[in-house]
């Protein structure tokens, strides 16, 4: 198994909502590390698992959707609490609208392998904590 | 599937049984950075995979009956070499116990997948050298 | 020279106010990782700069009255910009108020060099981005 | 589950044939700070997934065979693009040749369980993109 | 004193003429994770030291004159060994120069304080070494 | 002015003398990541500050003078408290000592400017604490 990862980073403000949440039911923010990994079970005829640089293109523009943004009033997120886990998930699940769609070019997204192929998010929202979300592609 | 990780770190004093150990069999000691992953296939109603603040603070408190010990000493690991792999499962299990034993919530103990639901230990012993445990919750 | 550095963190929520700061106006927030470093020619007969517990505690305490809030309401920042050198300023001058203060042991700020002793504060805002301030104590 | 890493690098130089890499088809070159990840289901009688410094030995002297190497002049790399994945797949083909010829000893070799041990190699190529590779040992 | 510190990375190839450079004589190459760090006296209106946005731009743009080349063949190093403090001081150098020149903002570059505004170029070339050059702005 | 640093580590036991040190003054262990720069004001002919590979060497030879030690029956430290500031002291010391024996060579010795060149170094003992010592050479 083979995998590719990109690193970047998004900074957001935002409140959650539930006892649990502590201080952080008060409008606070946080910088997010992303890294996002992306796992096939082989590599393309030019010996990669995706374009680096279309992949680091790819996260970077769906971060570019949250960025400097306050997700308490974002519409995507009216209903939910944006913990890191939810954000995890959205990113991740936007990352792989996108390969469905072209965003890594049109022969690797047939090359994904369906079932195997895999796509991680993590995002580090301190030194001391982050969460993560995998899905297939 | 989701994770969220948290980070602490442990000193201690030991030594290793067997010639493997070369040198580490003479009284030395380490910082361990400990970081814990809990992982699980969805959400809480909160939207979170469990509250950041009490994995913790669950990892502190385990962490606690090592910091600043002689692990030689320490009557849990008379019979035993202190690896650095032997204390990460030492960790995750004490941590399971304590899952178990409701420190996450009554709830969020309800809610873990059995056989799906798992807990990874990483402990880093340098900047060149890690190990890990991995085991269901 | 010697001198110890301590480190935790912080997320908040903000604004800044000018068109240099582009995207940076709208409402958001980070998470910034803290370092403070203190400073002195010589060590206590303890053979320390500090005792690093009461830093850190320090540090803590001092962060706590920023963490989890919307700097923009904050009464303190109610006429400047809160952008991160401002912050690494203002934390770092908190620290010298409560070193001056005893904060870190009455025979501690006794032996603080004037003008030689001093203090600096940095605050990462993002994994490529940081900025800090240094004062004497 | 348990695992061991170690972590070193190598510093090469290298063109990439195929439009897909734009400028890295230029001769260029890179440091790759490596780890390498050894899995197995249970412990060694020592307590232990590897010994830790044959492990780093064994790590070491696979990157000596690329460091501070032209790569496109390797005989070893003659027909194929040497990207990071290329390298991870390489170097932990390398270091399965070697364990089971013995380098981690010859009871490790014995000790480890078919189609349950693994390896994985993950080469950071700067402080934004990685690869890896992982198969059974 | 107050400072702003931003990073970025560059890859590429060269040799080092001289016997001291051992190995590193053969075509090699290497990955800089690079920081550059603008340190003035006082703040600006915007109570900013640089505008970060701007400084990472122009990181990047010195940056750019040198990734994904082989300094072997560049011009500027025909007579010098490309060594990391003397590529260190060449980045400093041109990111003085565009200062100068007023990539920062006129009013920016009216403001540094001569001989006490300093700029400092930190290039890691692996995990456990790197160099730096530190000059007047 | 222009440095480079090289980073390697050390694994000890001991134990601190004095109230201050709380739970410390058991005996427990660390590992410190060490970081040792060198400052001087110009580079040799070469383009160096020092052979980055005989500067690895020398911190490594003084670090095995300490690793896998406990500290409290090494005779050097009889008297004396082994804090961090302490250790980083004495590393500084030993390295200092061996420059002015040729330890870089003999012209790299005649090179350093006295009363300019200097010596930093850092122990991180976790990854919340550090400290420092710099002296001339």
Known sequence: M?????RDHVMIAHSLRGD???PAQG???????????FRR???T???IVV?????????????????YRNLDEHPVFAEVNTTTEVLAQ????RIADRIHG??????AAADWAPGTSSLAVTLHESPVASASYERYV
Chains 1, 2, 3, 4, 5, 6 share one sequence.
């Open 2 to 6: 083979f995998s590719v990862t990109v």
């Open 20 to 22: 649990v949440f502590g």
């Open 27 to 37: 409008l606070h923010g946080a910088t997010y590390a992303v890294e996002t990994t």
């Open 41 to 43: 079970p082989d590599l």
């Open 45 to 47: 005829a030019d010996g």
């Open 51 to 67: 374009d680096i640089g279309r992949a680091a293109q790819l996260l970077h523009e769906v971060l570019a959707g949250l960025n």
């Open 90 to 93: 959205y990113i991740a699940d």
């Open 102 to 107: 072209g965003a890594l070019g049109a022969s």
